[in-house]
């Protein structure tokens, strides 16, 4: 049986000390991209700690496996995290959810 083993790439920021990884900028809408999840099958992202996505609809995940969640920009100044949430399917009909925050910087 095919097992998801997701994998979450976090957007880079070109900021004044260079090339920033895995951060988020204040004011600029971004997107992360999930690898290793099975073709055919269904994700279903959530707005999770002070992100919020552009649409929470369902995604059917492509035959590469891996899809891009769309999310809108941070306006609130007292966020130092984001987070990205998902339900996705590991194998077979068993489900799992992914939570996790990621540190942005401001960048002026």
Do not use: C, H, R, W
């Not at 990884?21 to 992202?45: A, H, N, Q, R, W």
């Not at 707005?47 to 969640?69: C, D, F, M």
């Amino acid at each position: 049986m095919t097992q998801a083993a997701p994998t979450v790439n976090f957007p880079d920021t070109n900021g004044p000390n260079g090339n920033q990884t895995d951060t988020v900028d204040y004011e600029v809408d971004y997107s992360v991209t999930v690898s290793g999840l099975i073709p055919g099958t269904k994700v279903k992202p959530e707005n999770y700690n002070g992100s919020s996505l552009k649409s929470t609809a369902e995604i059917t995940v492509p035959s590469n496996g891996t899809i891009t969640l769309q999310y809108n920009k941070i306006t609130d100044y007292n966020l130092d995290k984001v987070g990205v949430k998902f339900t996705y399917v590991k194998a077979g009909t068993q489900t799992q959810f992914i939570s996790m925050t990621i540190t942005f910087m401001t960048i002026s």
